[in-house]
T-cell receptor
Framework: QKEVEQDPGPLSVPEGAIVSLNCTYSNSAFQYFMWYRQYSRKGPELLMYTYSSGNKEDGRFTAQVDKSSKYISLFIRDSQPSDSATYLCAMSVGQGAQKLVFGQGTRLTINP | ETGVTQTPRHLVMGMTNKKSLKCEQHLGHNAMYWYKQSAKKPLELMFVYSLEERVENNSVPSRFSPECPNSSHLFLHLHTLQPEDSALYLC????????????FGSGTRLTVV
């Protein structure tokens, strides 16, 4: 069983739709949860960073963590064509020189 | 220059060549990482340098050799690679013992022929 499972997609939605991206994980010791966005020919960039369970909102983006279900989500409201990218979830046990464990990434396309 | 800079952006090398990838971070971070990104696979951690200690993934073949001369520079030395080593190689940095995730470079696209 993979430590982190993420549906690779591809996912295609119309502009303005609400997008839901998800990851499940098996290691209950994970405490720090991240979402990265990766455009074509670029490195991943950090979108959201959360600790433990709960919600975090930043503009059109909301990250949710449910540790009891070992499930994390990223919601994108009012999606824009510029949101088209691959979204990677990542998580770690500690916050030292932590070994981040990544999901496979979900390729998202927002159609105008 | 800001952030994390990787050179070269693209590299084509034969299986008998020796080449090096370079990474430089301008963020004052004290930990640096090499990751391998292959199609349809999660990012794979290869090496970590943190506070002058090296941690490596034991599954990385010895044909990959890292070097970290100081906290701002990281190299990945390559020799006698195989075609399956073709991938995007990403460098990242972070502040060890603090939160905040990694900052990645744009990567080096490596093709082994």
């Amino acid at each position: 069983q993979k430590e982190v499972e993420q549906d690779p997609g591809p996912l295609s939605v119309p502009e303005g739709a609400i997008v839901s991206l998800n990851c499940t994980y098996s290691n209950s010791a994970f405490q720090y949860f991240m979402w990265y966005r990766q455009y074509s020919r670029k490195g991943p960039e950090l979108l959201m960073y959360t600790y433990s369970s709960g919600n975090k909102e930043d503009g059109r983006f909301t990250a949710q963590v449910d540790k009891s279900s070992k499930y994390i989500s990223l919601f994108i409201r009012d999606s824009q064509p510029s949101d088209s990218a691959t979204y990677l979830c990542a998580m770690s046990v500690g916050q030292g020189a932590q070994k981040l464990v990544f999901g496979q990434g979900t390729r998202l396309t927002i159609n105008p | 220059e800001t952030g994390v800079t990787q050179t070269p952006r693209h590299l084509v090398m034969g299986m008998t060549n020796k080449k090096s990838l370079k990474c430089e971070q301008h963020l004052g971070h004290n930990a640096m990482y090499w990751y391998k990104q292959s199609a349809k696979k999660p990012l794979e951690l290869m090496f970590v340098y943190s506070l002058e200690e090296r941690v490596e993934n034991n599954s990385v073949p010895s044909r990959f050799s890292p070097e970290c001369p100081n906290s701002s520079h990281l190299f990945l030395h390559l020799h006698t690679l195989q075609p399956e080593d073709s991938a995007l190689y990403l460098c990242a940095s972070s502040q060890a013992l603090e939160g905040g995730g990694y900052t990645f470079g744009s990567g080096t696209r490596l093709t082994v022929v």
